[in-house]
């Protein structure tokens, strides 16, 4: 019995093989790498029925990620967020069997930290002592604090409009950061230039394969909260699409494992806002990669992504699994957010809101049946977005006041 | 079986009964009410090894819960928080066996949310229309949050000092928000002259009975994420102290259902700040109760109670399990929370970094022995409180700067 099956990283688009127990970053034809594993050995070792009773934990899957010592691992015990479902919103929007998936509840308050707890552990099982990375807040806050806890020095840069919040938690975790007076392409030139001069390791998006391992634990979760019954459509707001990748592979993997039915995937759709939609554009035009999108703007701040390094990969997973990709106005975000709080007491954060506009748009559109088993995925909480609530006409009373109603 | 085994409201002071079917605040003689369970019958019908298995969430204890049917359940899968051992802190503290139990992966981002759940579901069954609360910001998110979910009114009063963010919470979930210039009592004068005008429930501190119940959940979820198998010492930031009297209630509770051992209990500690320590100079006097403290202040929001409704039960809850009481100075605060944040990668509430200070002094004068077995409550999310963190002095760069280093 091993603790993990990882075999080897591959490129998806060469095909070129490399070793998982040294550092690789892209491949040597650019293109991300991602990690493979021996499946057949582990669905021999591994059953379903046994992850049930594990800890709560993302690495309750951890035959299928990439840690081979399990000493290396380095968590907070994230993962198995919780798959709810919303009676009062679905009965609104006409969908029987509405879910939230909330990655808001989550150590650093966001999705983005599976993919720093596998991220971060396998760069300190082969010897990370330094790493740098662009951020739009999010990512460089988990990837700080778990950084810290790995005892790897971290430098973070994140554009100076990025969530305040997140540059208190990259702070407080003690890692060396930076702002720009700019977007994160203007970061990632800057850390690319630190590791190009300091050989450090490059934590940015994809440009390490460890991160959608993490990520891909999402579709783990969820097809395990159903069961393993598939559902039907799954919405997932997309910047970098890493989550979205992650999940096709889960799906893969587990058709493989035969943990799933073969025939049968669940719609994948790619959510992105009208100010900043490539994938969006790009799937409309049935090509295979997107174009940088020129003045990229919304609130949803974590997927103001004008050109993803992985836009292939999502693109085809939408298309494989007959999904779709949709824009979203930044008036119905703030809409479905205001809904969602309102109906069913969950505060999500405004790229997780995108989804279920979405999911409001597909169903009117009849894209989604009304009994189709639909999951919206909100990537954090909306306590990191303080200035997506109006505040401002709130009563100030005096001790004596006395409540008008 | 049944879904609940509650039978009857008792009141520890005069041990006058209630019913549990409809409306009671506090008992006719002015103490705050407990629920009792008939536990012989839930110990038949229920046995520890089967909760293993069940959902994430506190209502997985739902036999020792208040709530009859299940249909009035608020829920948004809350509980289950993460108990996860603190290697390096422990070095640091010379205490091996060091945890943090931590409330801030949770809905709303703090422990407040166990009691909303408990609470809203109650009031939901025994047909409760409106709600109104004074807070210092998390429970009044909370309830405001779930209240929304179960379709109650709610209106919230908070001091106009407490922090931001919660007030962005009870904003999103549509309550009524009114802020006050002044402390949490003048909040509570306000909600009082409201209820008593209007006949709204009062979901205020322990004038409600059912909070205690949500938050007696965390004592149940330490026992069972330690295989039944009780810690040595649990330090709690108190400061209306529900918690700690719920842990105790959860203990004594366990004891009659014979799933922990009969003569070991864990002792607790209320940890509290030099700025407002009524129970601590309480304890230290072998007081039965305490004394308003006056012109409290510290940035411990949470745990800023001067006097507290329940004070009586929290120091029988300390002196029947030979625990202490002990006050930390904000440096204390800030360096706990820091050292936490750098070497274990949890950033966590100044409430919860009190209860780590507190551990590491309780050590160094040999209360604590190295080997005990400890569990620090995080009672929130550090990025609730983005103030504690200083980041005046990151660096600033332009596109085309390069980080020296």
């Known amino acids: 019995m091993k603790y993990s099956y990882v075999s080897h990283l591959e490129c998806p688009k060469c095909h070129e093989h490399y070793s998982v127990d040294e550092v690789s970053q892209l491949c040597r034809c650019g293109a991300p790498l991602l990690v493979r594993y021996d499946l057949k050995a582990a669905n021999s070792a591994f059953k379903k029925e046994e992850v049930k009773i594990r800890k709560n934990s993302l690495w309750r899957y951890h035959e299928l990620l990439p840690v081979k010592n399990e000493e290396n691992i380095v968590s907070l015990d994230e993962g198995m967020t919780p798959l709810t ?26 999705f983005k930290t599976r993919g720093a707890s596998v991220g971060v552990s396998k760069a300190k099982e082969i010897g990370v002592k330094q790493l740098a990375m662009p951020t739009n807040g999010n990512a460089g806050a988990a990837w700080a604090l778990y950084a810290a806890k790995a005892g790897i020095k971290a430098t973070i840069v994140m554009p100076l409009d990025a969530p305040n919040i997140t540059r208190k938690e990259v702070a407080v975790s003690g890692a060396d ?24 390791y490059d934590a940015s998006t994809l440009k390490e394969p460890y991160r959608i391992e993490g990520k891909k634990t999402m579709g783990y979760e969820i097809l395990e909260q159903f069961n393993w019954q598939i559902p039907d459509v799954i919405l997932y707001p997309t910047g970098g699409g890493v989550g979205i990748i992650g ?28 100010g900043c939609a490539p994938i969006v554009r790009a799937w409309q035009e049935g090509k295979k990669e997107s174009v940088f999108w020129e003045n990229s703007k919304t609130n949803a701040f974590g997927i103001n992504v004008p050109k993803a390094l992985g836009d292939f990969l999502v693109l085809e ?34 790229e997780g809101a995108a989804t279920f506009a979405a999911a409001r748009i597909l169903r009117e559109k009849d894209w989604i049946k009304e009994e189709e088993t639909v999951v919206c995925l909100n990537t954090g909480a909306g306590i990191k977005y303080p200035e997506t609530v109006e505040t401002n006409n709130v009563t100030l009373l005096q001790p004596d006041d006395v409540i008008q109603s």
Chains 1, 2 share one sequence.
């Open 317 to 350: 997973a939408i298309n494989k699994t007959n999904g779709c990709a949709i824009a979203i106005s930044e008036e119905n975000i703030s809409k479905a957010q205001k809904q969602v709080a309102e109906l069913e007491g969950n505060f999500i954060c405004p």
């Open 177 to 200: 950061l930076y702002l720009v007076n700019g977007l994160i392409s203007d970061a990632g030139k800057i850390v690319g230039k630190l590791i190009a001069e300091q050989g450090i």
């Open 247 to 274: 999940i096709y592979k889960a799906l893969l993997e587990l058709k493989v494992m035969g943990w799933i039915e073969a025939d049968k995937f669940p719609r994948l759709v790619a959510v992105q806002a009208e």
């Open 85 to 110: 479902h919303l009676k009062k919103l679905g009965e609104q929007y006409s969908l029987t069997n509405l879910y939230i998936k909330d990655e808001g509840i989550i150590p650093t308050g966001s």
